[in-house]
């Protein structure tokens, strides 16, 4: 192609055998680089030289005026990677223009350009290769493209599939960890089929701005899907975007009081940078891959279009690899269920509203509440994970079942008989508190939203009834918490012993600060033993087998309790965490042995402290993580009811629960929230409208 040819060429250069001005940039072809002599004498023309003397107008301006430097005609975006580069003199051979672009026919793909800049195999260069010197004034990338093309080639190309592969992870990465597979990568996204055929479609700068938006979207929704890994692995259940935002804060107490406010503050550290990169890698990635869809306009249409038709074929047909369908449409199911789910979280207030409204015993008197209990210590015990997986799962049913019949041999021993069933819990894994305002109030608070509005109102509790009652001194005692709890007004507690006043001055063991033995016998000490007390009921929260399950304390004399400084050294013989949760199978171990001790802990009190009196009520308040559960999808946790009077267990006996400390397997399963109407029922009057509350499955 002639030189002359080209509409967008550079402005006039002056020629050697002319004064020549100083040059656009130093070092390009209006002056002489730095160090380097001119390729002819000054005073000899050349064919190439007469040939790129543009004719100029009469107003003096050249042809090049007609379009900035760099332009096409080819209607495609302009590589945002390629700089204009400083106009040089043309080596003979060479089909470019002035401005040393190439010739218009051809549309470089991605990295083309580089290949632009070397010179064509077997010509003789016109000039000395370029050298690192005789580059100055091209700033960064530019320059260091012209010099070193091959290796710039290859970082654009692996930018590019660093993208692609960036983008493609995210648009088929499920939101579950037990759903990663390799057969979970190897689908067709419509989602990214419909993008690229929409950014295609559109002109220049709504393109640039939709593919930001995009990229912007996907680093969102793929941050979502990592939260949602994490509470499918907790809590079995996705996010809640509209009720779950405290939850971080209570994963964050977790992660300090495990493992130290060191590792708090790298897991912090590491998951904001998490998400800040994915949001702008993902982001460039978008624009990265638009650009050169852009550049390759026929190509990337006719691959839409393959691939479009491709995923119709493949739902038509049911095609699966490995189980899972290969056309994918999980990022549309993620987001329209989170439409749903931000709708119904935004009407669950409402609902919960009007179902707390209704109280069958509100109005009943103070002297006919609890009728059936009245001179009996009543004591309601939650054991931390105490789910139906210890009792069911064969890895830990035969060790937990000699644990449930020792405890039984000694109750039977101090006189005490028992009943078993199954309670449904609103939570599973993690989300104590839930359950047991659900135990206590009688309604189904299945997040925070309605915790905080339950703890607000003027709902009444199972512990506060016994408290409206005047006939008991009522008590918690609660090591898990370390704070200010104000919310124990709301339960109906004259008065509640934390950590910090359980006289406890021994160690912490992992989240658990203080061992049950010692919280039950802190109990005794503080409030049970004491001589000319009245009857009480007590909330005991036993919070050893709470995850991590290590270290784990062991039984000791009750006497040799004292202020917990014998715990030092069962500490420091018990295991690591973090060793214990790099293999599952020695995670449920762990989490077996917390239980037995938690079921030794409180049978051994009640056969030692018990009397004929005492009245205990012990139950799970809910299952552990899916890494204990295996799978398992109940939500079930073990009651039972403990007494020495027959005619207590009497009062129950319609409830068709089993003998012993060990519920059947087809023992009844009840809704937690239906406790509270259940019990006063049983052990007071019936009051007008409770009976089809009671019977409610």
Request: aromatic content about 8%; glycine content about 10%.
């Amino acid at each position: 192609m002639s030189h002359t040819t080209r509409s967008n060429r550079l402005p006039e250069q002056p020629r050697p055998d002319q004064d020549a001005g100083p040059g656009p940039e130093s070092g390009g072809a209006g002056g002489t680089s730095a160090g380097a002599a001119p390729d002819t004498p000054a005073d000899t023309d050349t064919p190439a030289n007469d040939a790129d003397v543009p004719d100029a107008d009469a107003s003096g301006n050249t042809a090049a005026d007609a379009e900035p430097v760099g332009s096409t005609d080819s209607g495609a975006d302009p590589d945002p990677d390629l700089d204009p580069v400083p106009s040089q003199e043309a080596a003979p051979g060479h089909d470019t223009d002035a401005a040393g672009t190439p010739d218009a026919g051809r549309q470089p793909d991605d990295g083309a350009d580089a290949e632009a800049d070397a010179e064509p195999e077997n010509q003789e260069p016109s000039a000395a290769p370029a050298k690192p010197g005789a580059v100055a004034g091209r700033a960064g990338w530019r320059g260091w493209r012209v010099t070193y093309p091959r290796a710039a080639r290859g970082v654009t190309v692996g930018t590019t599939v660093l993208s692609g592969v960036l983008v493609l992870f995210a648009l088929v990465v499920p939101n579950r960890l037990d759903h990663l597979s390799v057969g979970a990568f190897l689908r067709i996204p419509a989602e990214g089929v419909l993008l690229a055929a929409l950014l295609l479609a559109l002109p220049p700068r709504p393109r640039r701005i939709m593919s930001y938006v995009v990229g912007a979207l996907l680093g969102l929704l793929t941050v979502l899907k990592l939260v949602d890994m994490g509470f499918y692995s907790v809590l079995v259940r996705p996010f809640d975007l509209v009720l779950d935002w405290s939850l971080f804060g209570n994963a964050a107490d977790w992660v300090r009081e495990s493992f130290g406010r060191t590792g708090e503050t790298v897991a912090l550290i590491a998951v904001a940078a998490l998400v800040v990169a994915l949001l702008v890698l993902m982001t460039l990635a978008v624009a990265r891959l638009t650009d050169v869809m852009v550049r390759n306009r026929p190509v990337a249409g006719r691959t839409v279009l393959v691939l479009g038709t491709a995923w119709i074929t493949c739902v038509t047909l049911g095609v699966q690899f490995s189980g899972v369908p290969v056309a994918s449409q999980i990022d549309a199911r993620i987001v329209q269920n989170r439409v749903r789910q931000v709708q119904a979280g935004l009407r669950d207030g409402q609902v919960f509203e009007r179902q707390a409204s209704v109280d069958a015993f509100a109005d009943t008197p103070p002297d006919q509440l609890l009728t059936g209990l009245r001179g009996k210590d009543v004591l309601f015990t939650f054991i931390e994970s105490y789910g139906r997986t210890a009792i069911d799962d064969p890895a830990m049913s035969r060790q937990i079942d000699t644990a449930l019949t020792q405890g039984n041999s000694r109750l039977k021993s101090a006189g005490f008989s028992s009943r078993s069933g199954w309670l449904r819990s609103p939570v599973t894994g993690a989300g104590s508190w839930l359950a047991h305002s659900t135990f206590l109030s009688g309604l189904w608070i299945k997040n925070q939203q309605r915790y905080r509005s339950l703890t607000t109102s003027d709902r009444s509790t199972l512990t506060s009834y016994f408290r409206k009652t005047g006939a008991w001194r009522t008590v918690g005692i609660v090591p898990g918490v370390r704070r200010a709890w104000p919310e124990g007004k709301f339960f109906g507690l004259d008065h509640i012993y934390d950590s910090e006043h359980l006289g406890y001055n021994g160690p912490y063991f992992s989240w658990t600060p203080v061992p049950d033995q010692f919280s039950l016998g802190a109990f005794e000490r503080l409030e049970h033993g004491k001589k000319d007390r009245g009857p009480m009921m007590a909330e005991i929260i036993l919070a050893s087998s709470h995850n991590p399950w290590a270290p784990i304390a062991h039984m000791i004399d009750w006497d040799d309790l004292g202020d917990g400084s014998v715990y030092d050294k069962i500490k420091k013989e018990g295991k690591d965490p973090k060793e214990v949760w790099k293999n599952p199978a020695s995670v449920r171990t762990e989490y077996r042995r917390a239980i037995e001790y938690s079921l030794h802990s409180l049978t051994e009190y009640v056969q030692k402290y018990g009397d004929k009196n005492t009245v205990l009520v012990f139950l799970g308040d809910h299952q552990p993580v899916p890494t204990v559960t295996a799978g398992s999808t109940s939500r079930d946790v073990p009651v039972t009811i403990v007494a020495h009077d027959q005619k207590v267990l009497d009062r129950v006996a319609d409830w068709g629960w089993t003998d012993g400390l060990k519920p059947a397997d087809d023992a009844p399963e009840w809704r937690m929230d239906t406790f509270r109407d259940r019990f006063l029922t049983a052990f007071g009057p019936h009051p007008e409208g409770s009976a089809d509350t009671a019977s409610k499955p």
